[in-house]
């Protein structure tokens, strides 16, 4: 048996994995606080005909010995959480997150979820809501005649009602941040949910040491360069053809062997 055919097989398996990952970023490319990964791969287990150091003669030892790898498998997705660009609305209640940190947010079935999408809301009530309708921490309420509203850099939302002059202060978005963002669990619509591996949640204020800051009117857009990730799906599929290369010529081979005529 050629063990080619098993071993070019997993390389195209693992190459389905990255063009899987690929297309999920680019698909993602014009949402919100999005961020992009990438796949992590391991070599598979090794068989030995002859283990290094093995005794070649009574005086002489193996210095490599004879070893054939059995292919590659999948060990993750990695979540790149560098820095968005920021783009510019000027919609009072759009705000992004120039450095470290989530907002926090209340789920529909109670638990607490955490995005960097920060295109928010009031519900019917006035309440501050993301696009999903999720409460967001801290905010409160804005009435319908609110003007001029006002976000600070540490989260602070404040307005102002018809006929007065001082400003109202509705409540302070809570920022919270993570010891590993990676160990997030993406649940979709922009939320992200803790496991053991993201650690608790810390948190904190806007603008104190480890927290970014806020920036009203602007949106953090997605982190995918649309370049970087055509190259490495450029990448993949030329290494998927090169996989399916090695089952073509096992393919042969065996042919070949099947065929031989005495």
Do not use: C, H, W
Not at 61 to 83: C, E, H, Y
Not at 190 to 210: L, M, R
């Amino acid at each position: 048996m050629i063990r080619g055919l098993y071993t070019s097989a997993t390389g195209m398996t693992a190459q389905q994995m990255t063009i899987d990952v690929i297309s999920n970023n680019l698909a993602n490319i014009n949402t919100t606080g999005f961020k992009k990964s990438r796949a992590e791969f391991q070599d598979l287990m090794y068989q030995y005909l002859m283990d290094p150091g093995a005794p070649t003669s009574e005086s002489t030892r193996s210095p490599s010995g004879i070893g054939v790898g059995l292919g590659v498998k999948s060990v993750g997705t990695q979540r790149m959480f560098s820095q968005g660009d920021l783009v510019s609305t000027s919609n009072p209640l759009d705000v992004a997150i120039q450095g470290e940190g989530f907002f926090s947010v209340t789920l529909p079935d109670g638990s607490t979820g955490y995005t960097r999408s920060g295109n928010f809301q009031r519900n019917s009530e006035g309440v501050v809501v993301t696009a999903e309708g999720y409460e967001v921490s801290g905010a409160g309420t804005v009435p319908d005649n609110a003007t001029s509203i006002s976000i600070s850099e540490d989260g602070q939302i404040s307005y102002l009602l018809p006929g007065t002059q001082a400003a109202t202060v509705a409540g302070t978005i809570e920022a919270v941040r993570f010891a590993n963002n990676a160990g997030l669990k993406a649940m979709g619509g922009s939320i992200y949910v803790e496991t053991e591996s993201s650690g608790a949640p810390v948190a904190g204020s806007f603008g104190d040491d480890g927290f970014g800051r806020i920036t009203q009117g602007f949106l953090e857009s997605s982190n995918v360069s649309v370049v970087g990730e055509v190259v490495q799906m450029i990448t993949a599929q030329r290494a998927y053809e090169a996989a399916s290369k090695g089952i073509n010529t096992s393919d042969e081979m065996l042919s070949q062997a099947i065929n031989l005529k005495r």
